[in-house]
């Protein structure tokens, strides 16, 4: 029987250790990443929907402005309106250039939750007689979806 010399020893434990270290690292690896981009998403979710239920306590807080059927008569509940409209289009807009056109189908569903809410958003009036001049100095691209989504004519 032949005694192997320490050296060789080593050197057979660095092959062992490179033979099943390198693959586990990339095991390990991908996991955490896969992990990263899952706590990354359902950040981006609560985010999101953070903003969109403290808009929709502002609605409970003050139903005068929850009609959109009619455009209120108080100046100022038009003028705190107006600018709850501009929180809900800002949120829009996050939520799209977020979510929209991305691959991964995870965003892509929490994508297609968010068209629900612009949508039903498109069906109160004032929001619409609104949009064009919300429209203003927004993303070119969240302007032309908004456009082809409300079938209005909006401008960035």
């Known amino acids: 029987m032949m005694a192997y010399t320490l050296l060789e020893w080593m050197e057979f434990f660095s092959y062992a250790a490179t033979i099943v270290g390198i693959p586990l690292a990339i095991v390990i690896f991908v996991f955490q990443e896969k992990k990263e981009r899952r706590l990354e998403r359902q950040e981006i979710y609560d985010k999101l929907m953070d903003h969109y239920t403290e808009i929709q306590d502002k609605l409970f807080a003050h139903p005068e402005l929850d009609l959109h059927d ?3 008569e108080n100046p100022e509940d038009l003028r705190r309106q107006y600018i709850l409209y501009e929180m809900v289009v800002s949120l829009f807009e996050r939520s799209f250039i977020l979510l929209h056109g991305e691959d991964d189908p995870e965003y892509a ?3 297609n939750s968010w068209v ?6 498109m069906m109160h009036p004032n929001f619409r007689t609104c949009l ?8 070119k691209d ?3 979806y908004m456009a082809k989504i409300s079938g209005l004519d909006l401008k960035p």
Do not use: N, S, T
Request: proline fraction near 9%; glycine fraction near 4%.
């Open 70 to 72: 009619k455009m209120p």
């Open 109 to 111: 569903r929490m994508w």
């Open 116 to 121: 629900d809410y612009i949508k039903q958003w």
């Open 132 to 139: 064009p001049r919300l429209m203003e100095g927004e993303d």
């Open 142 to 144: 969240f302007v032309a």
